[in-house]
């Protein structure tokens, strides 16, 4: 089975922009959670989704959102982004609900200038 | 909400010996411990996890233990080698919930 993919893998903003990011899950993997990543605040839970529904959400501002379709593809998007967004953003998919293995995917990149 | 404390952030031992690293935790709801291993620049990586009605489970040279009684779990490494290099989180997870990390464990394993 191919793994979970993200697209793009890197990407360059200015501040004030927004920003789409998607996440591809395993094949039959139901459950998306994304999750932000920086040296100083290690992994940082945004948010789960599972069979297009939110199921639970990170402490994070209203600024992220994200969406989950029919096919348990899922994007999150960033709107009027701020320097201390610059991250490593994180899928992670998983068969059911999280609880279960978790797996990554590569990451997208993401610098604020 | 849960806290993961993990300890040490850094870790260095000679190949071939043992490594440790332990996290606590807070909440005594929680019933789910993976372990992922991130290598520079790659992904994480589930490498063991344990649920809360096991004391302990092993796999090759990595062992994961869980003292509910103490809120803690370790990570049990032997016999350690140049590429177990990596950053070792943590994580604790209950039902309805998210999922809670620790801030990782940068372990170096020096040949």
Redesign the interface.
């Known amino acids: 089975k191919a793994g979970v993919t993200q697209t793009p893998r890197y990407l360059i903003k200015t501040r004030g922009q927004q920003v789409t990011l998607s996440c591809s899950p395993i094949s039959g993997h139901r459950s998306v959670s994304w999750y932000q990543q920086t040296p100083g605040q290690g992994l940082q839970f945004l948010f789960e989704y599972f069979s297009e529904t939110q199921r639970n959400k990170g402490n994070f501002p209203g600024r992220f959102s994200g969406r989950q379709f029919s096919n348990s593809r899922s994007e999150m998007n960033v709107s009027t982004l701020e320097l201390g967004d610059s991250a490593l953003y994180l899928c992670a998919s998983s068969l059911v609900r999280t609880g279960y293995e978790q797996y990554f995917g590569p990451g997208t990149r993401l610098t604020v200038t | 909400g849960e806290n993961v404390e993990q300890h040490p952030s850094t870790l260095s031992v000679q190949e071939g010996d043992s490594a440790v690293i332990k996290c606590t935790y807070s909440d005594s709801a929680s019933?789910?411990f993976?372990w992922?291993k991130q290598e520079l620049g790659?992904?994480?990586?589930?490498i063991i996890?344990i649920r809360s009605n096991v004391g302990e489970k092993k796999d090759q040279r990595i062992a994961v233990t869980l003292n509910k009684t103490a809120k803690h779990f370790s990570l049990h490494i032997t016999e350690t080698q140049p590429e177990d290099s990596a950053v070792y989180?943590c994580?604790a997870?209950?039902?309805g919930?998210?999922?809670?990390?620790?801030?990782?464990t940068s372990l170096t394993v020096i040949p």
């Open positions: 019933n789910y993976p992922y790659k992904r994480p990586q589930l996890d989180f994580a997870w209950q039902t919930n998210q999922f809670y990390f620790g801030t990782g």
